[in-house]
């Protein structure tokens, strides 16, 4: 298994993944639109044998009480149901969160599930003082610092790119 940088070519191929994965269009076209609309994002996949099994993307999230952070929200993470439970996504995950720090990124958040997430270094945000703009459980909302303290002395509501109101 290989994990690079999409390619346009495999924009059919994501958003294959996607929809298979979710069982679901939603989180296929919320790629598209912060392909198009989002800056700077990381989207990457997991080719096996020449196929797109699996797919990350993070995009930049705000925080409200420091619009120069630099926050990385990774979502959405999709691997194809024949190739879940075998490392597809944890791959994903780290070389995400590795190409993150490359560019530059302090922290990153997610929304998502509380037994997956915190294996890789993320933590309840509620611990760095961070809100998610959702109505969602505290667990579930998690947050990374990717460097030292980054996370030190800030508080505030972190709001996701405008596209993610339309899932």
């Known amino acids: 298994m290989v994990i690079r940088a999409e390619?346009?070519?495999?924009?059919?191929?994501?958003?294959?993944?996607?929809?298979?994965?979710?069982?679901?269009?939603a989180e296929?076209?919320?790629?598209?639109?912060?392909r198009e609309q989002?800056?700077?994002?990381?989207?990457?996949?997991?080719?096996?044998?020449?196929?797109?099994?699996?797919?990350i993307m993070f995009s930049p999230v705000s925080l409200s009480t420091d619009s120069e952070?630099?926050?990385?929200?990774?979502?959405?993470?999709?691997?194809?149901?024949?190739?879940?439970?075998?490392?597809v996504g944890s791959a994903l995950v780290r070389?995400?969160?590795?190409?993150?720090?490359?560019?530059?990124?302090?922290?990153?958040?997610?929304?998502?599930?509380r037994e997956y997430y915190p294996r890789f270094g993320f933590l309840p945000a509620s611990r760095f003082g961070l809100q998610c703009e959702y109505d969602v459980p505290d667990d579930v909302f998690?947050?990374?610092e990717l460097h030292p303290k980054a996370l030190d002395m800030k508080?505030?509501?972190?709001?996701?790119?405008?596209?993610?109101?339309?899932l």
């Open 69 to 87: 952070l630099k926050v990385a929200g990774l979502a959405p993470m999709a691997v194809a149901p024949a190739h879940q439970r075998q490392g």
């Open 28 to 34: 296929a076209d919320l790629v598209d639109a912060l």
């Open 95 to 113: 070389a995400g969160i590795e190409r993150c720090r490359e560019m530059g990124f302090r922290a990153v958040v997610v929304l998502g599930h």
């Open 142 to 144: 998690m947050a990374m």
């Open 7 to 25: 390619r346009e070519s495999d924009k059919a191929a994501i958003y294959k993944v996607n929809e298979l994965a979710f069982g679901t269009t």
């Open 38 to 55: 989002a800056e700077p994002i990381i989207s990457l996949v997991a080719e096996d044998g020449g196929e797109v099994v699996g797919h």
């Open 155 to 166: 508080s505030g509501v972190v709001k996701y790119h405008a596209v993610f109101s339309n």
